[in-house]
Antibody, heavy 113, light 110 residues
Framework: EVQLVESGGGLVQPGGSLRLSCAAS????????MSWVRQAPGKGLEWVSS????????YYADSVKGRFTISRDDSKNTLFLQMNSLRAEDTALYYC??????WGKGTTVTVSS | QSVLTQPPSASGTPGQRVTISCSGS????????VKWYQQLPGTAPKLLIY???QRPSGVPDRFSGSKSGTSASLAISGLQSEDEADYYC???????????FGTGTKVTVL
């Protein structure tokens, strides 16, 4: 079964850091571009970052550029999102997506003091 | 902020046809293909349409997509109660070098 499972979310203070993980199974992870998409409570979808299947190309939304880093470990079938200098406005449910037909259930990040 | 504009809401009675618009620009819809997602309450988005008008396996043919210039549309024919959800369009934006989502449309079945 094709599956994506996010983890690593939690409560963090403003200015803090978190590392999200997305474990993939049921497909050849290394051949797919991957992305992170977030959804703030009661709001719409916001694209956060993407990485090409080779890992050579990465893309970021302006709202997270310079603070977030996307990466992948194809040997472990895992996608990562390193989030630094977190702000209250980063509070959201973070989804991992395989371009673009498979999505995980998400992991919640709350930035609050 | 979203660069693709959708109406906040749409509604219809069972069996009716509902259409949702998605307005963009030459840097996104005008140059790249459009995808549509359905998000049922409390669940992850589900891909409904890709490449403007293609349905993934398992998506009913009641759902159809089209694109013209810098706008796109999603049509739901034979509206059913289980179609009550939020719908989002999406596309790559060449100027932003990133993906963009629409503002979202909540469909209500009366």
């Amino acid at each position: 079964e094709v599956q994506l499972v996010e983890s690593g979310g939690g409560l963090v203070q403003p200015g803090g850091s978190l590392r999200l993980s997305c474990a993939a199974s049921g497909f050849t992870f290394s051949t797919y571009d991957m992305s992170w998409v977030r959804q703030a409570p009661g709001k719409g979808l916001e694209w956060v970052s993407s990485i090409s299947n080779s890992g050579a190309n990465t893309y970021y939304a302006d709202s997270v550029k310079g603070r977030f880093t996307i990466s992948r470990d194809d040997s472990k079938n895992t996608l990562f999102l390193q989030m630094n200098s977190l702000r209250a406005e980063d509070t959201a449910l973070y989804y991992c997506a395989r371009h673009w037909g498979v999505w995980g259930k998400g992991t919640t990040v709350t930035v609050s003091s | 902020q979203s660069v693709l504009t959708q109406p906040p809401s749409a509604s219809g009675t069972p069996g009716q046809r509902v259409t949702i618009s998605c307005s963009g620009s030459s840097s996104n819809i005008g140059s790249y293909t459009v995808k549509w997602y359905q998000q049922l309450p409390g669940t992850a988005p589900k891909l409904l349409i890709y490449s403007n008008n293609q349905r993934p396996s398992g998506v009913p043919d009641r759902f159809s997509g089209s694109k013209s210039g810098t706008s796109a549309s999603l049509a739901i024919s034979g509206l059913q109660s289980e179609d009550e959800a939020d719908y989002y369009c999406a596309a790559w934006d060449g100027s932003l070098s990133g993906h963009v989502f629409g503002t979202g449309t909540k469909v209500t079945v009366l």
